[in-house]
C-alpha cells in the first residue's frame, strides 16, 4: 500500500436548508497487487451548509485513512497520499493557505487540519483541487 487515491465531497440542500451529506472514495493496491475500493456515503443531520458538509466529508476521510494505515500492520513511511476535492475553499483553508473568514467553519477547519496534520506524522499527503466533473465520475454526484 504505498500510494493511495482518495476523493471526497460533501453537499447540502440550500433551497431546503436540510439532508446534508457527504461521500469518500478510497483507492489502493493490496499487497498482493490486486486493486481494493472502498467507498462511504453517510447523511450529516446537523450540518447547515455545504463548506459544512465538505469539511466533514474530508475529516472523515481522514480518520478512515488514519485506521487503515495503522491497521495494516505497515511501515507507512513511503506511503503516498493523494486527496482530490472540489472544494477550494476547504481544501486550501485545511492546509492553512486561506483564513477562515466564516464563524461556522472555524471548527470544522481546525478538526480537518489537525487530523491531516496526524497524518503526515507518518504519511505523505497532498490535498488536490479538481474540477466538479472529476468527482462525478468518482463519487456518483
Not at 10 to 35: H, Q, T, V
Not at 50 to 56: C, G, I, L, Q
Not at 84 to 108: E, F
Request: charged content about 25%.
Amino acid at each position: 500500500m504505498n500510494n493511495i487515491t482518495c476523493y471526497f465531497d460533501g453537499g447540502y440542500d440550500n433551497a431546503k436548508k436540510e439532508n446534508g451529506y457527504g461521500s469518500f472514495r478510497i483507492e489502493y493496491e493490496s499487497w498482493e497487487g490486486y486493486p481494493i475500493v472502498i467507498t462511504s456515503t453517510q447523511p450529516y443531520p446537523n450540518v447547515e451548509s455545504n463548506n459544512e458538509a465538505e469539511y466533514e466529508a474530508i475529516t472523515r476521510l481522514m480518520y478512515f485513512l488514519d485506521g487503515l494505515i495503522c491497521s495494516t500492520h505497515y511501515d507507512s513511511e513511503g506511503t503516498e497520499v493523494m486527496v482530490y476535492g472540489d472544494s477550494a475553499l476547504v481544501i486550501n483553508q485545511t492546509i492553512g493557505k486561506w483564513k477562515v473568514s466564516a464563524s461556522n467553519l472555524v471548527r470544522y477547519r481546525k478538526e480537518a487540519s489537525d487530523q491531516l496534520k496526524l497524518l503526515r506524522n507518518n504519511t505523505d499527503v497532498t490535498l488536490q483541487w479538481v474540477e466538479r466533473e472529476e468527482i462525478v465520475k468518482k463519487l456518483g454526484h
